[in-house]
């Protein structure tokens, strides 16, 4: 079995997992290069999901059982940068191992993607991070420097105040289409259909999931604007606001992608394993076309709105009030 994946990825630090998700052979030399973090040290037979971060468990149990089918998968960038110190220079990739006697197993792989032929990182790498690590701070300043987020103040230090924030506003503007720019050049090609809008919602019992405060206070502000008598609860910890939905059934939740803990790709799996059905909106600073894609292969999801949530954006999702 050790030939079998050292002929093909020489020197590379790789754990093998067998259909009882236990760990049955690993080869962790040149980890320490990659900067990988292991929850808990190695050993033959542990359950392979211990040794992955906390709160991940059904993540990678998922994974290991669709190897197991034969299928190779990526890790999601936000398990990498829980476990790798500079994320951008790491994947995590599991592939499905058969041998002779047609016993399937999971491998995961800790590559360092800047072994390449020149040393450029991978394209898909240039566009998580322009969605994700660039975008987020932009789109935090468009929402704040909106001024028709805020009541409308005709004189004084108010016009003041709009001019200077419609002048921050204007020039994060530019920054934000130059970013757009830059990940259309490195994004992937996506082809793929409109996706059909759904019937409006009902928006009298909100549930905000964002780990920026700051965020779901300027979400509040916006939403509030919209729907004065709305009932709106805001997370900073997704796991509390799990808590709230599973007892409370809000009408709507506005859910942020890109989270640490629980991201919203787990927190959406976590709501279908609910027996009730949800109505959700991502909510997201990415512009990764994938991510949207992949965001509506969830049926709860009803809108994916790009940051920064505006008035103008909300107004056609909802019921007239």
Same mark, same amino acid.
């Given at each position: &079995? ?5 002929? #093909? ?17 690993? %080869? ?24 992955? =971060?906390?709160?991940?468990? !059904? ?23 829980? &476990? ?39 394209? %898909? *790498? ?22 028709? %987020? *805020? ?31 830059? #990940? ?12 059909? $809008? ?17 965020? %779901?206070? &300027? ?9 004065? $008598? ?15 939905? *599973? ?11 890109? &989270? =640490? ?15 009730? !059905? ?17 965001? *509506? ?25």
């Amino acid at each position: &079995m050790r030939n079998n994946i050292t002929q #093909n990825f020489p020197d590379t630090p790789y754990i093998v997992i067998d259909s009882s998700k236990n760990v049955i052979s690993f %080869n962790l030399r040149g980890i320490d290069s990659i900067k990988i973090l292991l929850n808990v040290p190695l050993k033959l037979g542990q359950p392979a999901v211990e040794i992955f =971060p906390l709160g991940q468990e !059904d993540y990678i149990s998922e994974i290991i059982d669709q190897c197991l089918a034969g299928q190779t998968v990526m890790a999601d960038l936000s398990l990498i940068k829980k &476990m790798a110190q500079f994320p951008l220079k790491t994947q995590i990739l599991f592939i499905s191992l058969t041998l002779n006697n047609d016993t399937p197993y999971a491998v995961c792989l800790f590559l360092q993607v800047l072994c390449q032929h020149n040393g450029i990182l991978p394209t %898909n *790498y240039y566009s998580r991070f322009a969605s994700h690590e660039l975008r987020a701070p932009i789109s935090n300043i468009l929402s704040l420097a909106n001024f028709d %987020n *805020y009541a409308q103040e005709k004189f004084g230090y108010g016009i003041k105040i709009k001019e200077l924030l419609q002048n921050i506003y204007t020039q994060a503007e530019k920054l934000n289409n130059i970013i757009a720019t830059l #990940n259309n050049l490195v994004a992937p090609t996506v082809h793929s259909e409109e996706i059909t $809008k759904y019937e409006k919602l009902v928006s009298d019992h909100i549930v905000l999931v964002d780990d920026d405060p700051l965020m %779901n206070m &300027m979400h509040k502000m916006i939403i509030s604007k919209h729907n004065k $008598k709305a009932v709106i609860k805001a997370f900073d910890k997704p796991q509390n606001a799990l808590d709230y939905i *599973y007892s409370n059934k809000p009408d709507l939740i506005f859910l942020d992608i890109n &989270m =640490p803990e629980i991201d919203g790709w787990t927190f959406l799996k976590r709501l279908e394993e609910y027996s009730a !059905d949800f109505c959700v909106i991502i909510v997201s600073s990415s512009i990764d076309p994938i991510e949207k894609i992949k965001a *509506y292969t969830y049926k709860s999801v009803k809108e994916f709105i790009v940051k920064p949530l505006t008035y103008e954006k909300l107004v056609p999702l909802f019921i007239e009030i």
